[in-house]
């Protein structure tokens, strides 16, 4: 996990010096702690006028053993501290294909993205999780480039890095990154239909088959057979990896 200056993790959209008519007010910072108080994931914020971290959660989980002031200090020598050489190598691609995809689209519109990819983290005993990585714009410069980002870190729901996924505030459109073609590819967000929604927050409510089959007034066959047709349309195995994916793709 050797710390290479040319990577593009550091060199792709790294700012410099901002200029004064960039300088915006950016009351902000509060909202962004009163946010990590309420979700389970860890947050972090990137300032890249210089590849730092602004600002980074307590939450443990990014954290690899250390405390949230080591993590803001280390900024991006973190990840080269710990994320494999492999996955190093994935989050460079992701990084490249990231910021030529967000240059392509209107500079007016580049708030509404975001982009969700899995990595693994090395924690200082050695034990590896694969996380999910949400990233998406705070602050953007006059010229429409990424000043400042905010991230999300949670449990991926997979079970292999990658899964590159751009989403459009608003939009019923993905756009998934193939690693092997390295090219974006458009497709539209799966679409549950109102009873497979209701299984699904049931289940998240830690209801069993036979209970929402009560509270559905149906047969546990017909709960089992929603189920079956969610895995399917969400191309998951299990109800923890629908739940993950759809709570991710605000499908519930």
Not at 40 to 67: H, K, Q, R
Not at 209 to 231: G, L, N
Not at 236 to 252: G, H, M, P, R, T
């Amino acid at each position: 996990m050797k710390n290479n200056s040319g990577s593009s993790l550091l060199t792709r959209n790294k700012l410099g010096e901002i200029a004064a008519a960039d300088q915006q007010g950016q009351q902000y910072m509060e909202v962004v702690k009163a946010f990590a108080r309420l979700t389970y994931g860890s947050v972090y914020v990137i300032d890249y006028t210089d590849m730092s971290f602004e600002y980074v959660s307590e939450n443990p989980l990014f954290l690899c053993g250390y405390s949230a002031e080591e993590v803001l200090q280390m900024g991006y020598d973190f990840y080269f501290r710990h994320v494999p050489e492999k996955d190093l190598e994935l989050l460079s691609i992701i990084n490249e294909a990231g910021f030529n995809f967000y240059e392509s689209v209107p500079v007016e519109e580049r708030k509404l993205y975001s982009i969700a990819y899995d990595f693994h983290l090395v924690n200082k005993e050695n034990k590896t999780t694969l996380i999910n990585h949400k990233l998406t714009p705070l602050f953007l410069t006059e010229s429409g480039k990424m000043w400042k980002s905010m991230c999300i870190v949670s449990l991926s729901h997979h079970q292999t890095a990658g899964n590159i996924r751009i989403h459009k505030q608003g939009a019923s459109d993905i756009w998934e990154f193939s690693l092997d073609k390295k090219k974006w590819y458009k497709s539209e967000k799966p679409m549950l239909t109102e009873k497979e929604t209701e299984v699904l927050r049931l289940h998240a409510q830690g209801l069993s088959i036979s209970q929402i089959a009560d509270r559905m007034f149906v047969a546990p066959d017909t709960v089992k057979y929603y189920r079956r047709r969610i895995f399917e349309r969400l191309e998951v195995n299990s109800v923890v990896e629908a739940l993950s994916y759809a709570v991710n793709s605000k499908l519930i």
